[in-house]
């Protein structure tokens, strides 16, 4: 199992309800990330419509015209491709289609170009409540072990993370499309220390990584760069969470309730 990858997170403004020129985009920064021999590419929260949720007049019938059926989208099949071509995991944020509506979703797509799942946005507020809420958070299975996904607005609940770390989870890939200051900062930091995990939160105007200990792997807010590389060692928070003084192994759920 690999202990040390590196994660491409994807800094670019998406334009609203253009899927086909976004992924234009998003092909255009993969052909920059062929020689970098990446393990993991994450882009933002709904990147391939561009988050259209927000836009006046939008709701959950109209938002069903910017959403994709992954099962036929050509471009979830030229992600697949690349993904395949070059040995690394995506995790592509976009809107999708379902029976029973639309969800908020992360994509993802291994190193051999399968779409082995999805994550649903689980914590809808405000206008996302145009979207059908995820019913499951659950950790997935990869050659690096098994990592988490969340989307923008869960990371506000202790609980996401906590959920996705003692499922096992060393890293959890974080797409998100809000709120992205200091504040937001200083959570990050804690949802990663309390939880001894990895959290890559992958926004349009900012690449943040931090670690099992809380500190900031990487704080990326240049204009003038489409995606930032960091490198993290997963070994790293089995190394936390072995001290004496660790939360996970030191929790007394018995106690807990609510």
Sequence with gaps: MKTSILIAQIRIVPEKGNLEGNHEKLMSILSDLTKCDVDVVVTPECFLDGYVSTEDGMNSDNIRDYAIDPSDSPYVNSLSAWARQH???????????????????????????????SYDKTHCQTYDKKYVPGQKIAAFDSDFGPFGVMICADRRWPETVRSLALQGARVIFNPTYGMHNEHNLRMMQTRSYESEVFIAFTHPFQSLLTDPSGEIVCNDTREDAFFSLTKIDLSQVDEVRARDSAHLKDRRPELYSG
């Design 87 to 117: 040995s690394a995991w995506i995790v592509l944020g976009c809107s999708r289609l379902s029976p029973e509506g639309v969800y908020n979703t992360a994509l993802l797509i291994d190193r051999k170009g399968n779409l082995i799942g």
